[in-house]
Each structure stands twice: as structure tokens, then as C-alpha cells.
């Protein structure tokens, strides 16, 4: 059993640049698909930043030139590094493991809440 456990959220000015992490109990992330998710009220859940086990990334468009995810597999953390916050940006954000080989073998932390304020 693997547990991620994310940290940096709270509230944040509109344009501001806070940085999430995520942090797994075992090593058996530097293997795995990374993701961060969000949902904001009424809205369905959304992949906004994935990272593969080789390094490579996507991005939702909206957030394309804003947010960058990278990770550390040295530390099994996962970070989403967030610029130019907007409104629009308030959610719940979620980290997400899952393996390449199995979509059913995946895990999710709790979720930290961003609120951007205007």
C-alpha cells in the first residue's frame, strides 16, 4: 500500500506562485504515472499535470506556460509548481499514482484546497 500525502495549498493572492508537493511512503512512485487533479464546486474532477516514469509531461490547455510539474525520486515527491494564479484556478487539488502496466493498481492522496483570492 502506497499513501501520498499532499502539501501547499491555502489561500493565495491572483497572480501568485505557490508550489504544491507530494509525498509518497514508498519508493515504487519513481515507477509509477504522476498526476495532479483538481475539482472545483460544480464541476467534474480534471487532469491538469501528468508526469511519466521516463519524464515526460502533459498539461490541461488551460494551464499550459503556468504550471509545471516535475519530481524528485530521491525524495518520492511530486510537485506542481503554480504562476500567474487566477480565479479559475480555486479547487481542490488531488495527487495522483497510477501504474503504467495496470490503471486499476493507482492511488490518491486526500487533497490540498487552493482558494485564489481577487
Known amino acids: 500500500q502506497v499513501q501520498l500525502v499532499e502539501s501547499g495549498g491555502g489561500l493565495v493572492q491572483a497572480g501568485g506562485s505557490p508550489r504544491l508537493s507530494c509525498v509518497a511512503s514508498r519508493t515504487i512512485l519513481s515507477i509509477m504515472n504522476m498526476g495532479w487533479y483538481r475539482q472545483a464546486p460544480g464541476k467534474q474532477r480534471e487532469l491538469v499535470a501528468g508526469?511519466?516514469?521516463?519524464?515526460?509531461?502533459d498539461y490541461a490547455d488551460h494551464v499550459k506556460g503556468r504550471f509545471t510539474i516535475s519530481r524528485d525520486n530521491d525524495k518520492n515527491t511530486v510537485y506542481l509548481e503554480m504562476n500567474s494564479l487566477r480565479s479559475e484556478d480555486t479547487a481542490l487539488y488531488y495527487c495522483h499514482a497510477q501504474a503504467p502496466w495496470n490503471k486499476d493498481l493507482q492511488y490518491w492522496g486526500q487533497g490540498t484546497q487552493v482558494n485564489v483570492s481577487s
Open positions: 508526469v511519466t516514469p521516463g519524464g515526460s509531461t
